[in-house]
């Protein structure tokens, strides 16, 4: 390892044990887990190792101050605010009487990796090969895995209840591991994987994609396929899918991690995405110290007239974020006037 990598990972390991003895070892609710404010803080350290830092202040940003990581100062300005009704009552809750869609595992042939991967499906309730369907890819956060969403999040009981109510669209749900190297389990140091979600790039459109639309009766176009995610899958989401608007129309980042590329290099030429994009959908909560990062997003996509909405709830870096999140998300992909 060269010393200059060395140094900076040893005083990744330093702050994050600075800032756990600071908060009297505070926690968090991420990923269905507990985690330290001080596991936070390392995270951001490595995400900004593995990924471009996000810009200082411009014209429009929400103030920042110091690091801005987990447990720092959190300012709000006025458009921090909710885009939408709060969630009803058992939006998140099993019902009888309705039709429920089904998950399975699959695997996938991964050359971008070089091995078999694994990815949760879910298919809608009353899936059938007769009709296709649009698919919504679903990511999850530097903690997780395939699995992340459904323990923490339940997407097939958002989704099976949004359609017996005709709220959302049928539509299949891929959820992929994002932690795109040989051994992708979410083990040992997680926050050494960051550069793995980068990688997922290329195993997402390379091979993922091919192998779903090989497998599943749905619409191979970009007006068909969606991408979102919570965390480090968010800033996975904003990065991948406004950088391949040629593959996804509508994208959502929720809550998004230090991963997330600065807004210049997402979006540079905001009058093109504006005529590709069908929906652009960010969101955190207001309790959430990673929420400069959307701010700023939101910020520069106001600046430059790129239609989007910002949503901020009244939670933290938590599921209680992000499932509310892809309840608002899933009502809007798909149909015809979602901007």
């Given at each position: 390892?060269?010393?200059?990598?060395?140094?900076?990972?040893?005083?990744?390991?330093?702050?994050?044990?600075?800032?756990?003895?600071?908060?009297?070892?505070?926690?968090?609710?991420?990923?269905?887990?507990?985690?330290?404010?001080?596991?936070?803080?390392?995270?951001?350290?490595?995400?900004?190792?593995?990924?471009?830092?996000?810009?200082?202040?411009?014209?429009?940003?929400?103030?920042?101050?110091?690091?801005?990581?987990?447990?720092?100062?959190?300012?709000?300005?006025?458009?921090?605010?909710?885009?939408?009704?709060?969630e009803p009552e058992g939006f998140d809750q099993a019902r009888d009487g309705i039709a429920h869609g089904k998950l399975e595992m699959v695997e996938y042939d991964s050359k971008t990796v070089g091995n078999p991967r694994?990815?949760?499906?879910?298919?809608?309730?009353?899936?059938?090969?007769?009709?296709?369907?649009?698919?919504?890819?679903?990511?999850?956060?530097?903690?997780?895995?395939?699995?992340?969403?459904?323990?923490?999040?339940?997407?097939?009981?958002?989704?099976?209840?949004?359609?017996?109510?005709?709220?959302?669209?049928?539509?299949?749900?891929?959820?992929?591991?994002?932690?795109?190297?040989?051994?992708?389990?979410?083990?040992?140091?997680?926050?050494?994987?960051?550069?793995?979600?980068?990688?997922?790039?290329?195993?997402?459109?390379?091979?993922?994609?091919?192998?779903?639309?090989?497998?599943?009766?749905?619409?191979?176009?970009?007006?068909?396929?969606?991408?979102?995610?919570?965390?480090?899958?968010g800033g996975q989401s904003l990065n991948f899918g406004l950088g391949h608007l040629d593959t996804f129309s509508w994208v959502g980042g929720f809550s998004s991690a230090p991963n997330t590329k600065p807004p210049a290099e997402l979006v540079p030429n905001p009058e093109k995405a504006a005529g590709q994009l069908k929906l652009l959908f960010v969101s955190c909560g207001n309790k959430d110290g990673l929420i400069r990062?959307?701010?700023?997003?939101?910020?520069?996509?106001?600046?430059?007239?790129?239609?989007?909405?910002?949503?901020?709830?009244?939670?933290?870096?938590?599921?209680?974020?992000?499932?509310?999140?892809?309840?608002?998300?899933?009502?809007?992909?798909?149909?015809?006037?979602?901007?």
């Amino acid at each position: 390892m060269k010393k200059p990598i060395l140094l900076l990972a040893l005083a990744a390991l330093s702050l994050a044990a600075l800032a756990a003895d600071v908060t009297g070892k505070a926690n968090s609710v991420v990923d269905g887990t507990r985690r330290e404010v001080g596991e936070f803080a390392s995270e951001e350290l490595v995400a900004r190792l593995a990924a471009p830092a996000v810009p200082p202040a411009q014209a429009g940003d929400a103030p920042r101050r110091g690091r801005g990581g987990f447990g720092g100062p959190i300012t709000l300005g006025p458009d921090d605010t909710r885009a939408f009704p709060p969630e009803p009552e058992g939006f998140d809750q099993a019902r009888d009487g309705i039709a429920h869609g089904k998950l399975e595992m699959v695997e996938y042939d991964s050359k971008t990796v070089g091995n078999p991967r694994k990815a949760l499906i879910y298919t809608p309730p009353g899936y059938s090969t007769d009709r296709k369907y649009p698919v919504l890819y679903l990511l999850h956060g530097i903690g997780g895995d395939e699995e992340e969403w459904r323990r923490g999040g339940h997407p097939e009981i958002i989704l099976d209840n949004l359609i017996a109510d005709r709220k959302a669209v049928p539509m299949i749900v891929v959820m992929p591991n994002g932690r795109a190297q040989p051994n992708d389990r979410a083990e040992g140091n997680v926050m050494a994987t960051a550069p793995a979600f980068a990688n997922f790039e290329r195993d997402l459109l390379d091979d993922l994609i091919p192998f779903i639309e090989s497998k599943y009766s749905v619409t191979s176009d970009r007006e068909s396929r969606a991408l979102a995610g919570l965390s480090m899958g968010g800033g996975q989401s904003l990065n991948f899918g406004l950088g391949h608007l040629d593959t996804f129309s509508w994208v959502g980042g929720f809550s998004s991690a230090p991963n997330t590329k600065p807004p210049a290099e997402l979006v540079p030429n905001p009058e093109k995405a504006a005529g590709q994009l069908k929906l652009l959908f960010v969101s955190c909560g207001n309790k959430d110290g990673l929420i400069r990062i959307s701010q700023g997003v939101h910020a520069y996509l106001k600046e430059n007239h790129v239609p989007h909405i910002w949503h901020v709830d009244d939670h933290a870096h938590d599921f209680q974020h992000w499932k509310k999140a892809l309840y608002q998300f899933s009502q809007l992909i798909f149909k015809p006037a979602a901007k």
